[in-house]
């Protein structure tokens, strides 16, 4: 390797011995005697630790052009504790233990230059550890604010927790109803903060989220003891405080269906809205703390933190000791962290729904289903339709009447500018997720003679390193033509396995022994048959319980598989009795 050598090591030139290492080659290892350093030239070195214990080695720093590797065997001339290797490849110096002594008794000057290189990589090595060992300080810290939070959380539920059953349905019905008639400004205001989704159908999806699931929660009966078997008794026992997670997709429906859901319950909640939608979550938990007050209920059953939304706050609340449960709706890192908190969680994973249409349907109906129900707010449902599977010998009558529901069926080298500038390392680029189809084209200078509604780009059948097969939070969907059965099923199993295990997946067909067959081997917790995806997996157009946070199961990384709903709020105490004779 010619390596260009940086300026500040040209007095090494000639002195030290001149070494290059090949990617995943080892400078030193673990336990070795420390005979020397390495000061890079050029590439990256990685130090890691092998613990013996779960025998796995575990990532520490890394070190570039111009820092001293080794720096701290070579002062103390201890074993090496950890080992070092090239994660590129790299050109480096070596000194020598008898190199560096020969250079401090015999050439001042450039051993204190040595010194000097060493003391600053040592520096900026000891504050990255210092930066982390801040974060981990601040995680076992407690906050006041949070503390006072959670205290009032905790002090509001156990004053309501014994309210009359009827008196919580008159909230939860004044709730509803409340933030139900500012539907239409909260809707606008969500679009504004967010820059994503269509105000028209965020209107429709605010009613559904307050109106419809207050009819839902209210639905059921309030039943203080239940026979459940013979001899046994069942009691429905509130969690506490709840801390509710909101997506920027949904933010004031999942906002009032979280609260509804753990009032009926009986919980305290606070909820913490995504920072792009922070002031219209405010607002919508202002409304329902107006709502509290007037029937003279504890306001702190419903609460948002005051400071801004961030990572540690986040985490603050999420590790509290008197959190009892965690909500969690958002992307995976999110609710990989409240799995990770220590407070038992409901998290809900990616979607990215495959859809088989066969031969067998009206094609004419099941276009109109899903390319409204995948245009449906600018595609950002989760459990939207984003893969098509057509059967081959229906896929261009369908491509027809999907070009007549306002869909642009893209050319080949349409989708190839579609993936070089919406995508970026497989995923579509933020500045995309939620815009309309019609601007999505307008920024790719691609056209059509009538409006656009939906964007259809096909893909090569057997393709699944397309991007395209990806979750596509937009008004985009990927297509596929199957010749048999066979290839439907591997297609579909496959796109699951690269996104969205566990969450939905849709078939439109009217065979029942195919319908089962996709089913069992679909790895997801719904499948919804002959239904529009948006619509369908909220349980907005058939049996499926109506909810805002749809649970993924094992398979995606969850607790439940669930449509979740006020009853995944409570614990239930059993009463059994001794019924032998």
Not at 116 to 125: C, G, I, Q
Request: hydrophobic share 40%; with cysteine.
């Amino acid at each position: 390797m010619n390596a260009v050598v940086p300026s500040s090591l040209s007095f090494l030139a000639g002195v030290a011995h001149s070494c290059t290492f090949s990617r995943g080659e080892s400078l030193f290892k673990q336990g070795d005697e420390p005979d020397g350093c390495y000061i890079v030239v050029h590439g990256i070195v990685g130090t890691h630790y092998y613990d013996a214990d779960i025998q796995t080695d575990a990532g520490l720093q890394r070190y570039d052009a111009g820092e001293v590797v080794g720096a701290v065997g070579v002062i103390d001339r201890s074993i090496r504790r950890i080992s070092a290797t090239a994660e590129t490849d790299v050109a480096a110096y070596y000194l020598s233990n008898e190199l560096l002594d020969d250079l401090k008794a015999n050439h001042i000057d450039l051993f204190q230059q040595f010194i000097e290189l060493r003391a600053n990589t040592l520096a900026k090595k000891f504050r990255e550890l210092h930066e982390q060992a801040c974060e981990l300080a601040v995680a076992k810290s407690s906050s006041p604010l949070v503390d006072a939070t959670v205290e009032k959380a905790n002090a509001a539920q156990a004053s309501f927790v014994d309210w009359p059953k009827e008196k919580v349905n008159a909230i939860i019905r004044d709730i509803a109803d409340a933030v139900h008639t500012q539907a239409h400004s909260l809707a606008v205001q969500c679009v504004d903060e967010s820059s994503m989704g269509v105000v028209e159908h965020k209107v429709i999806k605010i009613k559904l989220g307050t109106v419809a699931v207050a009819e839902s929660l209210l639905a059921h009966h309030d039943e203080t003891v239940t026979l459940e078997a013979p001899g046994v008794e069942s009691i429905a026992m509130p969690m506490g405080v709840v801390f509710g997670m909101i997506p920027i997709t949904n933010p004031v429906e999942t906002i009032v269906f979280k609260v509804l859901s753990a009032l009926k319950s009986g919980n305290a909640i606070i909820i913490s809205s995504h920072r792009k939608t922070r002031n219209v979550g405010d607002r919508t938990v202002d409304i329902i703390r107006e709502v509290i007050a007037q029937h003279g209920a504890p306001i702190d059953l419903v609460q948002t933190p005051s400071l801004p939304a961030n990572r540690k706050l986040t985490r603050a609340f999420m590790t509290h000791d008197k959190v009892h449960f965690i909500l969690a709706t958002g992307g995976p890192s999110m609710v990989k962290s409240a799995y990770r908190s220590g407070t038992p969680a409901i998290g809900v994973g990616k979607g990215n729904a495959p859809v088989w249409i066969g031969n067998d349907v009206d094609l004419k109906t099941v276009a109109c289903k899903t390319i409204n129900s995948k245009a449906f707010d600018n595609g950002v449902v989760c459990g939207s339709e984003n893969n098509l599977l057509v059967d081959a010998d229906i896929a261009e009558e369908f491509l027809h009447y999907a070009i007549s529901e306002g869909a642009a069926v893209f050319t080949s080298e349409e989708t190839e500018t579609l993936i070089r500038r919406a995508f970026d390392d497989h995923s579509l680029k933020p500045d995309y997720i939620g815009q309309s189809a019609a601007a999505i084209c307008s920024s790719l200078g691609i056209s059509r003679d009538y409006p656009i509604k939906l964007i259809l780009a096909e893909v090569e059948s057997g393709n699944l390193a397309s991007p395209l097969v990806r979750e596509k939070l937009a008004p985009m969907l990927s297509l596929i033509r199957v010749n048999n059965d066979e290839e439907a099923l591997f297609h579909a199993c496959t796109i699951l396995n690269i996104e969205g295990r566990g969450h939905t997946a849709i078939i439109h067909s009217n065979n029942q022994q195919r319908i089962h067959r996709y089913s069992k081997a679909m790895e997801v917790s719904r499948v919804l048959v002959n239904s529009p995806g948006t619509q369908g997996c909220i349980g907005a157009c058939n049996g499926l319980q109506l909810s805002w946070t749809l649970g993924c199961g094992t398979m995606g990384g969850g607790s439940t598989s669930d449509n979740v709903t006020f009853k995944h709020l409570q614990n239930t105490k059993r009463i059994a009795y001794d019924i032998a004779v």
